[in-house]
């Protein structure tokens, strides 16, 4: 069965400093994998995701994700953080189903604390 | 583009009442959208897939008869929530997919007293 562990529940960073949220995936098979982003209030907002290709993906909002297959790893980053980054963050993942639809399985999610 | 809406936004109902969550995809059609349930500080936990025109699928361990799901067509899935009692309180939330990409409402808290 997929898993996902998001190892840091909470998060504090100073505003204009660097980012890692660390996410950690257990799965068989070839992964999708997600992160989202949940303001209260708002749906999740996908930040970016990986399927294949190249390790290194960018997204929205000035973040990137590095896929380590070694580590089994899917590291969410971004070099200078915004007081309106402060928010929920989760790491999903789901099957690779091509032209099929499936649930994903998250991870507990980090909350992220900017400081002035 | 790719918006997808829940309502109500809360709810609150007595114990032993039903109440029902609409989930609608405002601009795109989508065949499938799902269903997740979110504790506080929780993560969110995939109760059942929801498919146009056929039965849903439930995750192992979700009551089928209590969580009824009805996805009568693309851009509209509800769930009801039967004789609902305090333990089914959470925050419920849906998705719909649209080229394999799941697009999130603002989810629906419910509580019950």
């Known amino acids: 069965a997929q898993s996902v562990t998001q190892p840091d529940i909470h998060i504090t960073v100073s505003e204009g400093a660097s980012l890692e949220l660390r996410c950690n995936y257990s799965?068989?098979?070839?992964?999708?994998l997600f992160w989202y982003v949940q303001s209260p209030g708002q749906g999740l907002q996908l930040l970016l995701k990986y399927f294949s290709g190249d390790t290194l993906v960018q997204g929205i909002k000035g973040f990137e994700a590095e896929f380590k297959r070694s580590q089994s790893s899917f590291n969410l980053r971004k070099p200078s953080v915004h007081w309106s980054d402060a928010a929920e963050y989760f790491c999903a993942v789901g099957p690779f189903s091509g032209g099929g639809a499936d649930g994903l399985t998250f991870g507990k999610g980090t909350h992220l604390i900017i400081q002035p | 583009g790719a918006v997808v809406s829940q309502h109500p936004s809360w709810v609150i109902c007595k114990s032993g009442t039903s109440v029902k969550i609409e989930c609608r995809s405002l601009d795109f059609q989508a065949t499938t959208m799902f269903w997740y349930r979110q504790f506080p500080k929780q993560s969110l936990m995939l109760m059942a897939t929801?498919?146009?025109?056929?039965?849903?699928?439930?995750e192992q361990g979700v009551e089928k008869d209590k969580f009824l799901i009805n996805h009568a067509s693309l851009t509209l899935s509800t769930l009801t929530v039967t004789s609902a009692h305090p333990e089914d309180s959470s925050f419920y939330i849906c998705s719909a997919d649209r080229y394999n990409e799941q697009f999130f409402g603002p989810g629906t808290r419910l509580t019950v007293l």
């Open positions: 799965y068989g098979a070839t992964p999708y």
């Open positions: 929801s498919n146009e025109g056929s039965k849903a699928t439930y």
